[in-house]
């Protein structure tokens, strides 16, 4: 027998603080209670049948059996600019400004690779998608954490960040729409960004997840339709939720041609790039009817509404989101957000995300994410209703 020691960067993770909750949803199960998970953002429709028809024919192609270009088939890597053309009009050249990934998970958590010396700081959102925070670690960095706060609309207060914090940032990562607040971003704040970038020679890495799932006519931006964001950082962007593709693992990077190199550099020493046949079915999927958006984001809105309507009626403080599959509430007075989680989970089966889980900023909430249909997003509403607050 060896002894097994693990890295200081795995001993230096942050606490896992869903144990609790695990723990506890593990003993509800035994029970027998009849859970309803609005735990985890993974989109519980199916992908549509042209994108699985696609990937079908394109999986019995032998010349798709093969290792795959490490930056991604040059016909993606067209339609994603085609895509953006078309959606944002924002120009790309494909073979320069655009990367495929294999989620954008993998490119999010492999950037600071490229671009973070030992010590480097990085401005990451407190809440925020873990990986931004872990990812920096990863690669030797640190990360000053930008809160989002309630009375900033969950955008963060760039002049709140110190002078010296600023100028040795190398890295800052945003996320419009937001998970896990579902916020939106502004057209001015994202100047202030590309300003804040030019000022203090920063890469901006913003995470585009939920650019097409939004509600009530909204369509939000691009980081890249602001003036000079192109020359400053970059867009990461996922096939994942738009189109309910979350295990296929398909996204991409676009932008400032130098940074593409530097994470491109990174993958083709790692990984060798995304199944052919699941690039060609992501193809279809940019390419083809975007109907099918319409049509998941209208179901969203329904369970939106049945949700927020639901709750808001039984006295909790809680905004009607226009983007995102989440709903951010604020716990009632007298509770953490892992009391609260609890308490549901207990008392309701129902399981939500501690706003905790994502920062220490996002205590004092919870996230759920509208993964059920409607008829058991009611059921929700009235399980919270029973229960004494
Ligand atoms: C879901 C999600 C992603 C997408 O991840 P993939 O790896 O593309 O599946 C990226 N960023 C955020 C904030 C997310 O919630």
């Not at 270009?69 to 053309?85: I, L």
């Not at 403080?317 to 226009?322: A, G």
């Amino acid at each position: 027998m060896i002894t097994i020691e693990k890295s200081e960067r795995l001993k230096n993770l942050p606490p896992y603080l869903f144990k609790e909750i695990d723990r506890q949803k593990d003993e509800v199960k035994k029970r027998g209670v009849d859970i309803i998970s609005l735990g985890v953002g993974d989109p519980d429709m199916p992908t549509p049948p042209h994108i699985i028809e696609a990937l079908q024919k394109a999986a019995t192609d032998p010349q798709n059996h093969k290792y795959p270009s490490y930056t991604g088939m040059d016909e993606f890597n067209n339609a994603v600019a085609r895509w953006y053309r078309k959606r944002f009009n924002v120009s790309l050249d494909p073979a320069k400004e655009v990367v495929t990934l294999i989620g954008s998970k993998e490119g999010i958590a492999h950037i600071p690779l490229a671009f973070i010396n030992q010590g480097d700081i990085a401005l990451v959102s407190s809440p925020g998608y873990p990986v931004y925070n872990i990812g920096v670690q990863f690669a030797g960095g640190r990360s000053h954490l930008m809160d989002l706060k309630k009375e900033n609309d969950f955008l963060p207060d760039l002049s709140a960040i110190p002078d010296d914090i600023a100028k040795k940032a190398k890295l800052m990562f945003i996320n419009y729409p937001n998970n896990p607040t579902s916020a939106v971003a502004t057209e001015e704040f994202f100047k202030d960004v590309v300003q804040f970038a030019h000022k203090n020679n920063i890469i901006i890495c913003h995470d585009a997840a939920y650019t097409e799932m939004a509600f009530d006519g909204y369509k939000p931006a691009s980081f890249l339709e602001t003036q000079g964001a192109k020359e400053v950082g970059i867009e990461f962007h996922s096939l994942s939720k738009t189109y309910n593709m979350t295990g296929w693992r398909l996204g991409f990077a676009v932008g400032r041609p130098e940074v593409i190199d530097g994470l491109g550099q990174i993958k083709s020493n790692i990984d060798s790039g995304a199944f052919q046949a699941i690039q060609i079915a992501g193809i279809a999927a940019l390419d083809g009817d975007q109907s099918c958006v319409d049509e998941f984001n209208l179901e969203y809105t329904k369970r939106r509404d049945i949700l927020v309507d639901g709750l808001t009626g039984l006295g909790f403080s809680v905004k009607k989101p226009r983007a995102t599959f989440y709903v951010w509430v604020e716990v009632p007075k007298g509770y953490t957000s892992a009391q609260f989680t609890s308490l549901l989970l207990s008392k309701t089966g129902i399981v939500v995300t501690p706003g905790n889980g994502f920062g220490s900023a996002g205590e004092g909430y919870i996230r759920m994410a509208l993964t059920v249909g409607q008829e058991r997003m009611k059921e929700v509403v009235e399980r919270i209703r029973s229960v004494e607050i």
